[in-house]
């Protein structure tokens, strides 16, 4: 996000609801117990960092590059007594960098540089080099385009891309203003404002960031990430609605963006709207079972929809997913004596308060919503895992005696 969100970037994960702390079923009737359980946020940022280097390939090069191998040994080729042409240093410098030979592509960019030393191209080509190489290199990556941007003042693309590498290297007062004079010139670019909302957003600009998102949504509607952004931080501001909206429109760009379902379905139970979100955070979960704070949203969700034996099966992949977590357990024990299984929910439950006492009001508040639906059996075991863990507690204990009268009382009309 989340994660989840989630995401992991997800998505990142950022806090975008509360978590939940306590309890996990319906509106119990007793005042003392809290109220049902909160989802737990899944949000996962989606930045948009300079390119970065490929990932190492263990069944040899990818085949763009191997593509871009060949027109390497091409263009070696055909350039034999043109090593001073700075086009051609160039054209070979871009066909070494995506063969995804760097160190070999910023040597044929230093020679350009050396040839043409008012060509912006170079040391924008080798700037961006530089910053996909290791980090030692950051500093004179970003001096390379800084110099690109002094040679070619009014190209976009050179100040997006300088005040994205400017963000990377903490940099991010001056991102912002190199984004800023971008947005000055182009103020339709979609990478302008997007980046330029990214660096707002960790500027601590939220209302700031939501307009540059907001201008990108519209220069690129089909574009998932803006909508994505702009749902987080509307869900930071406490606007679950217009969140939920913008989520909407993030999976109406990409329904097959993770973190833009799990982030709607997350929004869409905060607004009650629990058939809708379990159907999206369903999709999301397909994709991230392993997601721990995702399976106890869509577990909550199928729960407050009706579906507890689903929900269970939620819960269950919750728990394996996030086996320190007390509420997960907890979780999983409520649903189990929802679906008729008490001694799994006396397990569980015993298992989550001796892990964290302060669970029990959700106990207390599940043990008279079953009282008074007839799930007499369910209601005494949960009570026997609050005597497991609180053994001299008198109150459990009573009610302990009073669900057993009646239990033998039921069972002997």
């Keep these: 996000m989340c994660t989840a969100m989630y995401a992991n970037d997800r998505l990142a994960c950022s806090a975008l609801l509360a978590l939940l702390v306590a309890a996990c079923g319906g509106q119990p009737p007793a005042p003392r117990t809290p109220p049902p359980a909160r989802p737990v946020s899944t949000t996962t940022a989606a930045p948009t960092p300079p390119p970065e280097p490929p990932a190492p390939e263990e069944a040899g090069p990818s085949p763009e590059q191997q593509r871009a191998a060949q ?67 950051h ?100 606007k679950p609605k217009e969140a939920a909206e913008a989520f909407r429109r993030a999976v109406a760009a990409d329904g097959s963006n993770v973190d833009a379902r799990a982030n709607l379905g997350t929004v869409l139970l905060q607004l009650g709207e629990h058939a809708e979100a379990a159907r999206h955070l369903e999709i999301a979960a397909r994709s991230q079972p392993n997601d721990g704070p995702l399976q106890m949203n869509l577990g909550l969700a199928l729960q407050q929809s009706g579906q507890h034996a689903k929900s269970v099966e939620a819960y269950r992949r919750a728990a394996r997913a996030l086996p320190g977590s007390a509420e997960a357990r907890l979780r999983l024990g409520l649903a189990l004596a929802r679906t008729g299984d008490a001694r799994g929910a006396e397990r569980n439950v015993t298992e989550a308060l001796r892990a964290d006492a302060k669970l029990r009001p959700a106990v207390d508040g599940l043990i008279q919503e079953l009282g008074k639906g007839e799930q007499l059996g369910e209601a005494l075991a949960l009570t026997r895992a609050i005597l497991a863990v609180f053994p001299n507690d008198k109150t459990a204990r009573h009610n302990q005696l009073a669900l057993e009268s009646m239990i033998k009382r039921k069972a002997s009309e």
């Excluded at 995506?98 to 030393?117: T, V, W």
């Excluded at 300088?162 to 007062?173: D, H, N, S």
């Design 139 to 238: 500093a004179e990556g970003l001096a390379m385009l800084e110099r690109a941007v002094k040679l070619a003042p009014k190209n976009v693309e050179v100040l997006i891309d300088l005040g994205v590498a400017q963000r990377q290297a903490g940099r991010t007062p001056a991102s912002r203003a190199t984004l800023q004079r971008a947005t000055r010139i182009a103020p339709g670019s979609f990478r302008a404002q997007l980046n330029l909302g990214l660096t707002l957003e960790k500027l601590d600009r939220t209302r700031a960031a939501i307009e540059a998102y907001r201008r990108a949504a519209a220069a690129k509607p089909d574009d998932p990430r803006p909508h994505l952004r702009l749902g987080v931080l509307l869900g930071r501001a406490k």
């Design 71 to 137: 027109e390497v040994a091409r263009l070696e080729s055909v350039s034999s007594g043109k090593k001073k042409d700075p086009e051609v240093l160039l054209a070979l410098g871009t066909a070494r960098a995506r063969a995804g030979d760097l160190r070999g592509a910023s040597l044929e960019y230093r020679r350009a540089m050396r040839y043409a030393p008012r060509d912006f191209r170079a040391p924008y080509n080798l700037g961006l080099v530089l910053m996909r190489m290791e980090e030692v290199r």
